[in-house]
C-alpha cells in the first residue's frame, strides 16, 4: 500500500530526492570555497609579510652598507689576510700536484693494461679542478699585485 520508493509516476517524489541530493552535495560545495578563500587569503598574508621583510631587508643593507667600511679595515688586517692567502695558494698547489701525479699514472705505458678508461664525468671533474687551482693562483696573484699598490707592502 505504502510504497516507500518514489514512483515514476508521481514527479513530485522524483522532485523531493533530487533535492535530497543537492543538500547533500551543499556541504561539501561549502567547505571547499571555505577552503578555497582560506588559502586565498593566506596568500594575501604571505605577500603582505614579504613586502614587510623587503623593507626590513633594505633598511637593515643600508645601515651594514654604512658601517662596512670599518669592518672591511678589520677584516682586511695582515693576521687574517696573510694566513688565507698562505691556505689558498697551498691547497691550489697541493691539488695541482695531485692532478699532475693521476695524468701521470694514468698515462705510463706499464699501467695501461690494468686500467679502466675514466669516464667522461670523472675527467670533466678533473678539468674543473684544475681549473679551480688555476684561478686560485690567478686570484692569489692579482690579489697580492692590487694590495702591493695600494698599501705598499705585501
Same mark, same amino acid.
Given at each position: 500500500?505504502? +510504497?516507500?520508493?518514489?514512483?515514476? &509516476? !508521481?514527479?513530485?517524489?522524483?522532485?523531493?530526492?533530487?533535492? !535530497?541530493?543537492?543538500?547533500?552535495?551543499?556541504?561539501? @560545495?561549502?567547505?571547499?570555497?571555505?577552503?578555497?578563500?582560506?588559502?586565498?587569503?593566506?596568500?594575501?598574508?604571505?605577500?603582505?609579510?614579504? +613586502?614587510?621583510?623587503? #623593507?626590513?631587508?633594505?633598511? &637593515?643593507?643600508?645601515?651594514?652598507?654604512?658601517?662596512?667600511?670599518?669592518?672591511?679595515?678589520? %677584516?682586511?688586517? +695582515? *693576521?687574517?689576510? %696573510?694566513?688565507? @692567502?698562505?691556505?689558498?695558494?697551498?691547497?691550489?698547489? /697541493? !691539488?695541482?700536484?695531485?692532478?699532475?701525479?693521476?695524468?701521470?699514472?694514468?698515462?705510463?705505458?706499464? &699501467?695501461? *693494461?690494468?686500467?679502466?678508461?675514466?669516464?667522461?664525468?670523472? @675527467?670533466?671533474?678533473? !678539468?674543473?679542478?684544475?681549473?679551480?687551482? #688555476?684561478?686560485?693562483?690567478? $686570484? %692569489?696573484?692579482?690579489?697580492?699585485?692590487? =694590495? /702591493?699598490?695600494? $698599501? =705598499? =707592502?705585501?
Amino acid at each position: 500500500m505504502f +510504497d516507500r520508493h518514489p514512483d515514476a &509516476s !508521481n514527479p513530485s517524489s522524483t522532485v523531493r530526492q533530487q533535492g !535530497n541530493e543537492d543538500r547533500a552535495a551543499l556541504p561539501g @560545495i561549502i567547505g571547499w570555497s571555505s577552503f578555497g578563500f582560506a588559502l586565498l587569503q593566506s596568500i594575501c598574508t604571505l605577500f603582505a609579510a614579504v +613586502d614587510g621583510f623587503r #623593507v626590513i631587508l633594505g633598511v &637593515s643593507s643600508l645601515l651594514i652598507s654604512a658601517s662596512l667600511g670599518s669592518f672591511l679595515d678589520q %677584516i682586511h688586517s +695582515d *693576521w687574517i689576510r %696573510i694566513p688565507m @692567502i698562505v691556505l689558498a695558494l697551498v691547497g691550489s698547489l /697541493l !691539488n695541482l700536484a695531485i692532478l699532475i701525479q693521476v695524468r701521470r699514472l694514468r698515462n705510463r705505458p706499464a &699501467s695501461k *693494461w690494468r686500467q679502466i678508461a675514466p669516464t667522461r664525468r670523472k @675527467i670533466r671533474l678533473e !678539468n674543473l679542478q684544475l681549473l679551480l687551482s #688555476v684561478a686560485t693562483l690567478i $686570484f %692569489i696573484g692579482v690579489e697580492e699585485f692590487l =694590495h /702591493l699598490r695600494l $698599501f =705598499h =707592502h705585501l
